[in-house]
């Protein structure tokens, strides 16, 4: 047998206790001690990055959203909607006709989605995390009725562009959230007229359910 082909494996090979490798013998393959050395490598990079707060294995380090809060008014009074942010969006001023029948999707769909949430547990969770009763999830579970003193909001509004997707719909707390984004969305949207088209600052809430904690 060719002795350059024995594994390192079986003989010619010391594994030293911090992981490098000795030559003891005259089988030692090259090409197994680079290798070896490339993964050493590799390993002590990636523990490198996770020790400094980076994302494991990019070298990247994850930061909070350093935006501040949206600041928007309920009569005439400055609220601020904790953990919601502005996004720069297109908003494209919707035909009437196409967002009345939009609109009218939307119950259905709506109803739909709360059965739907009602019957994962683990959005159960979420909705009592939220403060919502027993008694409400029950009825959205039967009836797929909204739980008292909430509303489904679309994140872009359907009459600028918006869609009844559900990745577009957040159940959302009445008062003060859905007021406050309301009432920045008609003095954004003021005299645009079907076809007009317009780039804003909107407060767009992330994930399925605003505020996702109890107050």
Same mark, same amino acid.
């Given at each position: ?16 206790? +911090? ?26 990079? =990636? ?19 350093? =935006? ?25 001023? =919707? ?14 769909? =709506? ?22 009763? +027993?008694?409400?999830?029950? +009825? ?7 739980? +008292?003193?909430?509303?489904? @909001? ?20 009445? @008062? ?40």
């Amino acid at each position: 047998m060719d002795t350059d082909t024995v594994s390192p494996f079986v003989k010619g090979v010391e594994i030293l206790p +911090d992981g490098s490798v000795a030559r003891t013998g005259t089988n030692y393959s090259g090409k197994f001690q680079e290798a070896h050395d490339a993964s050493k490598a590799s390993i002590q990079s =990636r523990i490198s990055n996770l020790e400094s707060g980076g994302v494991k294995g990019t070298g990247k380090v994850g930061t909070k959203d350093s =935006r501040p809060d949206f600041v928007g008014k309920l009569k005439g009074e400055e609220v601020k909607l904790p953990n919601v942010k502005t996004e720069k969006v297109t908003f494209n001023k =919707r035909n009437p006709n196409d967002t009345a029948q939009l609109r009218k999707d939307f119950n259905k769909i =709506r109803k739909d989605l709360m059965k739907s949430m009602a019957d994962n547990p683990e959005k159960i969770k979420e909705l009592k995390k939220a403060g919502i009763s +027993d008694n409400d999830i029950e +009825d959205m579970m039967e009836y797929g009725l909204v739980p +008292d003193g909430w509303q489904v @909001h679309h994140k872009i509004p359907l009459d600028q562009g918006g869609t009844n997707n559900v990745e577009n719909l957040v159940l959302i707390k009445n @008062h003060p959230y859905h007021k406050v984004i309301t009432n920045e969305q008609n003095s954004l949207t003021k005299g645009m007229k079907p076809g007009d088209s317009k780039i804003v600052d909107f407060p767009i809430p992330k994930g399925e359910i605003y505020p996702p904690n109890k107050e």
